[in-house]
């Protein structure tokens, strides 16, 4: 015959445990996955990602999508691309690609964002960003984004009938 005891501390250490292991459960079941909207992007013509070594060049390459821009980027900053994709960054890469671009081909390189305001975005009175991930003078990556928490992230031609072209 066996006698088995159980301490008080024991019980709600089990306690404990079956607790954060509950909480974890629901956070993944209930926080989704992909915060990036994934849409269809239609390229109109011959879209050209090289060549954006200059300012003016990165300017003209945003109205090849009918976008302006303030005549300063906001932001320039050095960034590396993930070794290992997050599932967020996973989401996002998924945008690029829709867009024709892949970040994948650029782990472990720093690039250089550049981040522009956007002055014609239509029907949004908040504001809202271009930004540019630029590697040796070709664009690799970027978006098109709203600034307030819970806002939109979109490719360069912007959600259908969002694009000022």
Request: net charge negative; glycine share 10%.
């Amino acid at each position: 015959m066996f006698i088995y005891s159980i301490k008080a501390s024991t019980l709600r250490f089990f306690g404990a445990i079956a607790l954060c292991g509950t909480a974890l459960l629901a956070l993944v079941i209930f926080i989704p996955t992909s915060p990036v909207e994934a849409v269809d992007i239609p390229v109109v013509g011959e879209i050209q990602f090289d060549g954006v070594g200059t300012n003016e060049e990165r300017i003209a390459f945003l109205a090849q999508f009918g976008w302006e821009v303030e005549s300063e980027p906001a932001e320039e900053q050095q960034v590396t691309i993930p070794a290992e994709f997050d599932h967020v960054f996973v989401g996002y890469n998924e945008l690029q690609r829709r867009q024709g671009l892949d970040l994948s081909n650029y782990r472990r390189m720093t690039v250089t964002r550049f981040t522009y305001r956007v002055t014609n975005f239509p029907d949004y009175d908040g504001v809202v960003y271009a930004t540019l991930l630029v590697h040796r003078g070709r664009v690799i990556g970027g978006d098109i984004c709203s600034a307030e928490p819970g806002g939109f992230v979109y490719g360069f031609a912007g959600r259908q009938g969002d694009s000022p072209k």
